[in-house]
């Protein structure tokens, strides 16, 4: 979950890149991330951007996802 505030009570917005927004309502997000199936380790980013129609604020996140080796 993320939050956020605004100092005018402007209405936000949330926009997430890889990821992304299960619900938004006042002021709060659910964000949901999908780990890639991947053999090595694999470092990612998610992005979190609010803006009010003024300004915005950006907050990214590394998550780093582990490799499952395959096995035969």
Known sequence: MVAATDAENNLLTFT????????????SAIVSFTAPKTTTDV??????????GQAETIKSVLITVK??????
């Open 16 to 27: 997430a890149i890889n990821a992304q927004i299960v619900t938004a309502e006042n002021g």
């Open 43 to 52: 470092t990612t980013s998610v992005t979190i951007i609010v803006p009010d």
């Open 67 to 72: 490799g499952k080796k395959n096995t035969f």
